[in-house]
């Protein structure tokens, strides 16, 4: 690995920077790409003439960043399913058939707006789970778990099921197992952390998956870093990090939310830098 391209983000066409990575690198890449047609006022988003012609190039990327994950590394893909957005079911279905499918996750954005008068509101999105085949993944539930209420531990607590009471205490007290339904608030207009990307992630809901698929030290990847999110967790969680965006005021975006607070003494330094990587200056 070429140590000169962590934590740093790189400009450039996610395609084509992808294939110049160092292969069998990465234990996690976190896409949040163009969803087609959904936000269509951007043009990020509707820059492809049909359908066919979006799918085809999301079977590029998805190739090119399963040949920079480590064997058992995991690819999460977000995308959404409505009315209008129909691109993310043949996605899902044509990359189950050629990679190997490891999960599913619902995305409860907790919404309660009416955007559309014809067809119910879309509260969900979605995350395909891809597996580099190879090894087992690295997959630890124990570090996201979900706290129990005061209730429902006094109930569990009282239940006479549960023989061996110390063991169903010590589970009780590190919370629930978290499923693949996850609940987590969209950004709002008022939120602290929006910082005026249309389709911003939570840092809660990249942190989970960061935690639960990666350890200290792992290179994570995000071939659509947008404004950020992926690498100001990962920077967060002592992960190393590669980020790709080729919109500039992105760019410019995400290393505003990595630049470190500034203090008096002694001046902070910037832990993050871009870099604009072509084949020439990357052989």
Known sequence: MDFALENQIISGDCVEVLHQLPARTARLVIADPPYFNVLVNESWDTAWHNESEYLDWTARWIEAAMQVLVPGGLLYCFGQVGKREHAMLHLMSQAAQRWAFHDLLIWDRAVGYKDRSDSWTPAYEMALVLRKEGAPPLFNKDVVREPYDKKTIAQYARDKR??????????????????????????????????????????????????????????????????????????????????????????????????????????????????????????
Not at 198 to 222: H, W
Not at 265 to 271: K, N, Q
Request: aromatic content about 4%; glycine content about 6%.
């Open 162 to 283: 549960y023989k061996d009471a110390e063991a169903r205490r010590r589970h009780l007290s590190k919370g629930k197992y978290a499923t693949n339904l996850w609940r987590i608030p969209s950004l709002k207009g008022s939120s602290k952390e929006k910082v005026g990307h249309p389709s911003q992630k939570p840092l809660a809901l990249i942190e989970r998956i960061v935690r639960a698929c990666s350890a200290p030290g792992d290179l994570i990847v995000d071939p659509f870093l947008g404004s950020g999110t992926t690498a100001v967790v990962a920077q967060k969680l002592g992960r190393r990090w590669i980020g790709i965006e080729k919109d500039e005021r992105f760019v410019a975006m995400a290393r505003a939310r990595l630049e470190p607070e500034p203090r008096r003494e002694p001046a902070a330094a910037s832990t993050s830098s871009t870099c604009s990587l072509s084949r020439r200056e990357h052989e």
